[in-house]
């Protein structure tokens, strides 16, 4: 999905109110230039005579000349934070890290068509500051950004990685997009989420079908693990089988259980990106 | 080069064998990538097939090399105790042992009709004498047999062994054409005897005779044919294959010498009977036998039947211990490590084939 054409973008709102000053399309807290009525006041305190209300004003009871006062819509940073630890490396047909990054060209010309800055922060082991881009409204970025990141070598990675990325965060209002395959201990990714509590998370979770599903025929599979190379030999046969899917279930479960308790939703890649899929994801959260 | 009981025809290829410890490096390519291994399930059986192909691999590799420095077991002398004898089988091979022999029905022919009878129906000496040799050899698997020829001179067969096998060879190959010219016992005896000089004594020992016919023995030759005999301590048993018509070796010819002495007429008359059976070769050589210093005895066969009687009366008498050593060669045991390591190889063939090696 590399081509410009095949390329889907996608819609998306904050489903909160979103501080910030630059008008975009994300419901905001400030006034201004808005569809959403709030309230009327004197001219005098708004002088801003465009939006003079004659009712209002001649059934005042001050006499006063009201304006009404709308809320404007912002524009939000969008900030995409992408696990490309040597787990991400991995993928039968597409490394997950290139679907992550047909995601992130997608984000950024969504972004940019609404009008969000978009940045990005990159982490394995620690954060990679030749990944980082800083947020920006610029149009061509998704594509270097998406490059970057197809063209970037994972190395064995972990949570301490995501710790270390968050630090740029804290404390900032953004919509915040998390990629990764989630593969960390759920303790200390707890901690690290509550970091973000002032910004929209969305987790989404890259999986390979490689990854989830066994292979189909019985088969002597040695495998590596990517982060720590551990070894492990599996004899795949159909009770192997049957534990991998009950594992894997179990996993997805678990995550749900994990991300809903901090009032998140994740949002799964399986083997390619669905911009539809992250439309709906979108919808729902706003409904 | 010699490690305990095995010994290396190529002792420096044993440098290779650090190549066995190859498969135990662990490299990246024989495994799959995967993103984490803490969701997948603990499999014992896949454990144990990671360490097998490791160990066959390893097993494999030092196979070959092992087979390759060619290891084997070291020649070595084997002291044998066996029951039974050390028989030396002397076998006429001169043409009067294919005359035939007696039916075994002889007693009831017309003594008239016995000429044409033996012609017709009797068997060659050679070949029931052969025959029941073998089967003697057969019958007694502890005893140590060697097997000697002879004509107008020796032929050495078969040295002593206890490799039936070779000896029944040697028997069967005496079948081979026809009989030879002449019959010379005194030089057969020595040679026979001459077999025993440089062997240790560790059992009884016995020259087995088989022949049909005597010899005139000169006066050295009885000499030294009485010194050997009694030197190295050997029985002699006589197989006395008696043709048609051939002299009867019975109490008159086995009779010592008459005491009979003087000029009298019936001094004489017995003298000169005496010394008139003396001058038949077979009665001669059976009244030398009889003045041996050692054992000695006679069987007399007429007909088959006899000789097979004769041939077990001889195992009956010789079943003693006896102790021997034995040469074990050099005994090479690459064979053996090679269809190890092909073993190893076909194992590892199958455990590539069962091998996932991409997740497409």
């Keep these: ?287 | 080069m010699i490690f305990g009981a095995i010994d290396f025809a190529q002792p420096w290829v044993l440098l290779l064998l650090p190549l066995a410890a190859l498969p135990l490096l662990r490299r990246r390519r024989d495994t799959l990538l995967f993103p984490t291994l803490d969701w997948l399930p603990r499999d014992r059986a896949g454990r144990v097939a990671g360490f097998a192909w490791r160990a066959l691999a390893v097993l494999a590799l030092a196979g070959i090399v092992i087979a390759l420095a060619g290891p084997g077991s070291p020649e070595t002398t084997v002291t044998r105790t066996g029951r039974g004898a050390e028989i030396m089988i002397l076998m006429d091979r001169s043409r009067s042992m294919d005359a035939k022999m007696k039916p075994s029905d002889w007693r009831t022919i017309d003594p008239h009709s016995m000429l044409y009878q033996v012609e017709s129906r009797g068997e060659p000496k050679s070949a029931v004498a052969r025959d029941l040799l073998s089967k003697f050899v057969e019958q007694r698997p502890d005893d140590r047999f060697a097997l000697m020829f002879f004509s107008a001179g020796p032929m050495n067969v078969v040295p002593f062994t206890q490799h039936d096998a070779v000896v029944q060879a040697g028997i069967t190959a005496g079948g081979l054409g026809r009989g030879l010219s002449d019959t010379n016992v005194g030089r057969a005896l020595t040679a026979a005897i001459d077999t025993f000089t440089e062997r240790a004594y560790t059992g009884s020992r016995i020259i087995l005779l088989v022949t049909d016919g005597g010899a005139h023995l000169d006066e050295p030759t009885r000499k030294r044919i009485r010194e050997g005999l009694q030197a190295n301590r050997i029985a002699l048993h006589w197989l006395y294959l008696r043709t048609l018509n051939a002299p009867e070796l019975d109490a008159e010819a086995s009779a010592p010498p008459p005491a009979a002495d003087g000029d009298s007429m019936e001094a004489i008359e017995v003298r000169n009977a005496y010394y008139a059976q003396e001058s038949i070769a077979e009665v001669s050589l059976h009244r030398f036998f009889q003045s041996l210093p050692v054992t000695y005895r006679l069987y007399q066969a007429d007909s088959p039947e006899d000789l097979a009687k004769a041939v077990a009366e001889v195992g009956r008498q010789q079943n003693f211990p006896l102790d021997f050593e034995e040469r074990v060669p050099r005994q090479d045991h690459s064979r053996l490590f090679f269809s190890l390591a092909a073993l190893c190889c076909a194992l590892l063939l199958v455990y590539r084939s069962l091998l996932l090696r991409s997740w497409l």
């Design chain 1, 1 to 287: 999905m590399s081509a410009a054409d095949e390329l889907h973008e996608f819609h998306y709102r904050l489903p909160q109110r979103a501080a910030g000053q630059r008008p975009g399309s994300h419901p905001g807290s400030s006034l201004g230039a808005g569809q959403e009525f709030v309230s009327h006041m004197s001219l005098y305190d708004r002088p801003d005579p465009r939006r003079l209300d004659l009712r209002a004003s001649v059934r005042s009871t001050t006499g006063d000349w009201l304006v009404r006062v709308n809320r404007q819509r912002v524009g939000v940073t969008v900030q995409l934070l992408v696990d490309v630890s040597a787990s991400m490396g991995f993928g039968a047909r597409r490394r997950k890290i290139d679907v992550a990054a047909d995601f992130v060209e997608s984000l950024a010309r969504s972004a940019f068509r609404v009008g969000d800055a978009l940045g990005m922060l990159a982490f394995d082991q620690r954060e990679r500051a030749d990944l980082c881009v800083p947020a920006t409204l610029s149009r061509g970025l998704g594509s270097v950004m998406a490059d970057s990141l197809r063209q970037c070598t994972p190395a064995p990675g972990g949570i301490e990685g995501l710790e270390d990325a968050l630090q740029q965060l804290i404390g900032r209002e953004a919509l915040v997009f998390l990629v990764s395959d989630f593969h960390w201990p759920l303790d200390r990714l707890g901690a690290a989420l509550d970091l973000l509590s002032h910004a929209f998370v969305v987790p989404v979770i890259v999986w390979d079908p490689a990854e989830t599903e066994p292979p189909p025929h019985d088969a002597i599979a040695p495998l590596r693990d990517a982060e720590s190379s551990v070894r492990r030999t599996l004899f795949m046969r159909p009770k192997l089988r049957t534990q991998w899917r009950d594992a894997v279930a179990a996993r997805r479960a678990e995550l749900d259980a994990f991300l809903s308790a901090r009032d998140l939703r994740p949002f799964f890649i399986h083997g390619a990106f669905d911009a539809e899929a992250m439309s709906d994801y979108f919808f729902e959260a706003t409904a």
